[in-house]
């Protein structure tokens, strides 16, 4: 018998039925295959991340090699396409993605790292899949490829050559990664021939808005206000998609076997620079002398820009907002969520890319300009409460990506964990009411929880409602298990909502301790599963009571002040906000 380390789910990986199984990670345990692995001998190694201290101090570095590398970087890309464009230029365009594979690659890092510090193994199997088809066209296929046990096998293999592993082996296979490309309902077809016709008005765009979160009733009403035409420019997202079909076509850049010319402190700064362009999107390196091509057929005289989402995801977008920041233009960005902010995400990456950012919360940098809810500003009405006692459950991806705030990766059992209890706390009455409503993000991560609720309670407990709100509405009683858009949306409903957490993962913006220490006073806040279970069973018969009680009322005002406000009149506290830019 031997000893295998396991990187992934990926069963070809495995060995001999009668070998030891030493799995990285909680990822490599496809419940769906459970009736496998848990045949065979196992065990799974601690997460590097459990350790919170570590896990600041891994921010912080990061942080730091971003800015390193995204120097270094800059200068490459401008050599490389023959360009004079400045830092903030290729932060717009590749930060993004820069942001996401740096941790991704410092996390695999560390697994590895811990696995030789803290076990002993025979081998490891890789699989040998494609260089090309291990290189996404753009940030999109990269979130798909970053899910996929193909895509970190590959990036894991990568790591363990670095390290000159003689344990190592690999194994043939017919597998790919497979590449999806947006598929656009016929509802969006119309809407874009409908622009093309409007693009041929003679009217005057004074805004462009790009995925703003606001309903399409409320943009046509905001538009109105501005006097202007409703657009969605849904030709960014069509531009895209033919430029995509159009790369993975081409050769590889030569310069993609070139090294990252930056000075490295360490390993995993070598290891970095020297595997980074061959992971770069082909967009941005055989593709993007199309994008900046395409970026010309954008008719607009727009010189104020807003979005909440497509400057995260769409790399035409970014690299037209860049092109056109270049030329004068003011770029404002949106927050695409709520609730009380994260101490730890994105490396500030919004604040600085953008001239303003309009967020739910009160500001916490000095280009923040708080505004009531975009994405939720239709949101607000009186409705009767419901029967059922919610629980609205959240989940990272199977592998970690981006160094941020929550319990990711393997921590996510310690989450499960925790609402399972707390389900297994409640008397009867409540219980005999309990909908559960899994993430949505349980669709592409990995873990299943749909199939684990209905084996650990029953499928019955599984809440039918698909959109969140009817949810929501059909409650008497909400408890929310993560301190973001959900926990924001319940609280502004009316209906009676608790937050029940990890505290210890969800480290949170300073500037809101003193909120959380309030909500925790009025019994909406709790980090304690029992003491949650047993408010709820205490509550359970007249909810209403105890959230219009004077001290819940008053930590809800501050709530509601501090992380999503809401003016009546948001029509108009929006259209002066662009008015004033304008």
Request: charged share 25%.
């Amino acid at each position: 018998m031997e000893r295998l380390l396991v990187t992934t789910a990926i069963e070809e990986t495995w060995g001999n039925n009668d070998d030891h199984l030493i799995f990285l990670g909680e990822w490599g345990r496809d419940y769906n295959r459970k009736n496998i692995w848990n045949k065979r001998s196992h065990n799974v190694l601690p997460y590097h991340w459990t350790d919170r201290e570590k896990f600041a101090n891994d921010h912080s570095y990061l942080e730091q090699l971003h800015e390193k590398i995204l120097d270094s970087l800059s200068i490459l890309l401008n050599q490389i396409h023959d360009l004079d464009n400045p830092k903030s230029y290729w932060r717009i365009v590749v930060g993004r993605w820069l942001l996401t594979y740096i941790p991704i690659l410092w996390d695999k890092w560390e697994c590895l790292r811990f696995a030789e510090n803290f076990c002993e193994y025979d081998k490891i199997i890789s699989l040998r899949i494609s260089r090309k088809d291990c290189i996404p066209s753009d940030y999109t296929e990269f979130t798909d490829f970053f899910h996929s046990h193909l895509w970190n096998n590959h990036i894991y293999a990568k790591i363990i050559d670095f390290h000159k592993n003689s344990k190592h082996e690999y194994k043939e296979t017919k597998l790919k990664i497979k590449r999806s490309f947006q598929v656009f309902s016929k509802k969006r077809k119309i809407i874009s021939f409908l622009e093309k016709i409007l693009l041929k008005l003679p009217v005057r765009e004074k805004v462009l808005f790009s995925t703003s979160y606001f309903d399409i009733l409320s943009l046509i009403r905001l538009s109105i206000k501005l006097r202007q035409i409703p657009l969605l420019h849904t030709e960014f997202d069509e531009i895209l998609r033919s430029r995509k079909l159009e790369v993975i076509n081409l050769n590889l850049s030569s310069k993609r076997n070139e090294s990252l010319n930056m000075k490295c402190d360490n390993n995993f700064e070598k290891f970095v620079c020297k595997n980074l362009l061959n992971q770069l999107p082909m967009l941005i390196l055989e593709g993007f002398s199309s994008l900046l091509i395409k970026t010309k057929k954008i008719k607009t005289d727009a010189n104020l820009i807003f979005s909440a989402n497509n400057h995260m995801c769409n790399l035409f977008f970014q690299t037209w907002i860049a092109e056109k920041i270049n030329k004068g233009a003011r770029f404002i960005s949106s927050s695409h969520g709520g609730g009380i902010p994260d101490r730890y995400s994105m490396f500030k990456h919004e604040e600085l890319i953008s001239y303003k950012k309009t967020t739910w919360h009160i500001p916490c940098f000095d280009n923040h300009v708080q505004l009531t809810p975009n994405k939720i500003s239709k949101k607000y009405r009186k409705v009767g409460f419901g029967n059922y006692l919610l629980l609205i459950g959240f989940e990272f991806s199977l592998y970690s990506n981006r160094c941020q705030s929550g319990p990711g990766s393997s921590l996510y059992f310690e989450e499960y964990n925790k609402n399972l209890k707390f389900c297994r706390l409640l008397n009867n009455e409540p219980f005999k009411m309990l909908k559960i409503k899994p993430h949505k993000h349980n669709v592409i991560s990995g873990w299943n929880t749909y199939k684990r609720y209905i084996d650990d309670i029953s499928a019955e407990k599984i809440s039918s409602e698909k959109i969140l709100s009817h949810a929501i509405h059909s409650s008497k009683l909400i408890v929310c298990t993560y301190p973001q858009t959900s926990f924001l949306e319940s609280m502004l409903s009316g209906v009676p909502t608790i937050l029940l957490y990890l505290e210890k993962y969800w480290e949170t913006d300073p500037v809101f301790d003193d909120l959380i220490e309030c909500l925790k006073n009025a019994k909406i806040i709790f980090s304690d599963t029992k003491m949650a279970a047993k408010h709820v069973n205490t509550i359970w018969n007249n909810p209403i009571e105890w959230w219009n009680s004077e001290k819940v009322l008053t930590a809800r005002e501050i709530f509601q002040k501090k992380c999503g406000k809401h003016n009546p009149n948001w029509l108009k506290e929006w259209s002066l906000f662009f008015k004033n830019e304008i």
